[in-house]
């Protein structure tokens, strides 16, 4: 089965590519506007205190599950989707571990979402591990394996660092200072991670392309104020060069912003009560951040496009305010004033995929206090986005339109925003391609 990378979290083995919104531009459906773009959240039960969440196709039948992992029980939560964007009650998996973070990708390369993770404290050990927990290609999650990290793991990252067509995990560690980089070894398991001095304080790695060269580059949000941009020379070697952001960013996302072809750089603010924007000068350096507010400490961002419109919009899950901040993009990378959608006690991570397989983008925010997942279902659909031919009338020349962006590695073949293209996104366009144009 061929797969594409496309620079998110989600790991996989072929050309990169950038993920950005379709080339067409689409307006808002009819008497949608851009302040209700959004349905009142309906929560689902993840299990006590989710920290972090994400969204993949985790038992293959086209529509995107939620993953959520616990520090506090130290559970992995599957939230399987009943293809109309309800998520049923979590299933959860033990690992023994007080988990910090999480990453969806295919790491053994059998075609379907694993899952990674890391922890400190397993079993009441006061060590540090980076865990694998590999899918049994139902969605049920076989037992953990343990990797050894540096001290404080604070979060991972799923991609091709050396260009062998495997997915490799990268870990930002705040106890040495280091990122510790564990390349697969071709079955799913992993060698000894190898570090790399980072900045102090590092709290979120996420990878992309952000040279152009066609490997995977690495971006740590680091807690003094900045972000680590680390470029990778095709064969794992990494260099480091720092960029100035807001007051302790907590997650950073990658995408092209600007509509350039470049991946440029969002990050959450959590004692800035903003959002950084670091546009990409095409060299993999980065113009100066330029801010934008959003609501009390926003803990996580996202990107995706919300509104429909062909560019990369932000949302940031803010844990004081118990809302999320959706920032509309003007088409440039540069945002209007954030709109405010109410999300539950303390949301603590988010998501963006296509919750309800309608072709639009939906939220998925892990709700720590409540012990849930809120799905806000996007009400602003693209007029029909299995059209790819653009000529208003569902035919076969959609079909081979599909499978000419498929061939060439193009986003607007991601038809179920996973991040990755594979038989999965088939699936998701014939389920768009069988529900017609309204």
Same mark, same amino acid.
């Given at each position: ?17 950038v ?19 959004f349905?009142?959240?309906a ?14 196709d ?10 959520v992992a616990?520090?506090r ?12 964007g ?7 998996y ?13 790491l ?25 927990l ?8 076989l ?22 067509g495997?997915?490799?995990l ?16 071709g079955?799913?398991?992993?060698a ?25 580059d ?16 095709g ?10 952001a ?5 997650? +950073? /996302?990658? #995408?092209d @912003? =600007?509509? *350039? %072809? &470049?991946?440029? !750089?969002?990050? $959450?603010?959590?004692?800035g009560?903003?959002?950084?924007v ?24 996202a990107?995706?496009?919300l509104d ?15 809302d ?9 990378g540069t ?10 006690v303390s949301?603590?991570? +988010? /998501?963006? #995929?296509d @919750? =309800?397989? *309608? %072709? &639009?983008?939906? !939220?998925a925010? $892990? ?29 076969i ?21 996973d ?7 088939f ?12």
């Amino acid at each position: 089965m061929r797969t594409h990378r496309t620079g998110t979290l989600v790991g996989a083995t072929a050309a990169v590519l950038v993920l950005a919104g379709p080339a067409a531009t689409h307006a808002l459906a009819q008497g949608c506007g851009p302040t209700d773009i959004f349905e009142p959240p309906a929560t689902a039960d993840a299990g006590p205190t989710p920290d972090a969440i994400a969204l993949g196709d985790m038992d293959g039948d086209g529509h995107a599950d939620a993953v959520v992992a616990s520090r506090r029980t130290g559970n992995i939560g599957v939230l399987r989707n009943g293809g109309d964007g309800t998520l049923a009650p979590a299933v959860s998996y033990a690992t023994g571990a007080w988990l910090l973070g999480l990453a969806l990708g295919d790491l053994d390369g059998d075609g379907d979402l694993d899952v990674a993770a890391v922890g400190v404290d397993r079993d009441g050990q006061d060590e540090e591990w980076v865990l694998v927990l590999m899918n049994a290609g139902d969605g049920t999650l076989l037992p953990p394996e343990f990797y050894a990290t540096h001290a404080g793991p604070r979060s991972v990252a799923i991609g091709d660092l050396d260009g062998d067509g495997h997915a490799d995990l990268a870990v930002v560690t705040r106890g040495d200072e280091s990122l510790s980089v564990l390349l697969n070894t071709g079955d799913g398991r992993f060698a000894p991670g190898v570090g790399t001095r980072v900045t102090a304080g590092a709290n979120a790695v996420a990878t992309g392309d952000l040279d152009g060269d066609g490997d995977l580059d690495l971006a740590i949000a680091v807690d003094s104020g900045s972000v680590d941009v680390l470029l990778n020379d095709g064969g794992g070697a990494l260099e480091r060069s720092v960029f100035g952001a807001g007051i302790t960013p907590q997650s +950073v /996302a990658i #995408g092209d @912003l =600007d509509g *350039d %072809g &470049d991946a440029d !750089l969002a990050l $959450a603010n959590w004692l800035g009560r903003n959002i950084s924007v670091l546009l990409n000068r095409g060299d993999g350096s980065f113009a100066s951040d330029v801010l934008y507010g959003v609501g009390e400490k926003p803990w996580a961002v996202a990107m995706g496009d919300l509104d429909s419109d062909g560019d990369l919009d932000l949302v940031t899950a803010n844990s004081e305010s118990d809302d999320a901040s959706v920032l509309l993009n003007n088409g440039d990378g540069t945002f209007g004033p954030d709109r405010r959608y109410r999300a539950g006690v303390s949301p603590s991570a +988010v /998501a963006v #995929g296509d @919750l =309800d397989g *309608d %072709g &639009d983008l939906d !939220l998925a925010v $892990a709700i720590e206090f409540v012990g849930g997942v809120g799905v806000l279902l996007n009400r602003c659909g693209p007029p029909c986005r299995a059209d790819l031919d653009g000529d208003g009338a569902l035919t076969i020349f959609d079909f081979l339109a599909f499978q000419n962006l498929f061939d060439a590695g193009d986003g607007r073949a991601d038809f179920d925003f996973d991040g990755i293209l594979t038989l999965f996104d088939f699936l998701a366009f014939q389920n768009a391609f069988d529900a017609g144009c309204a």
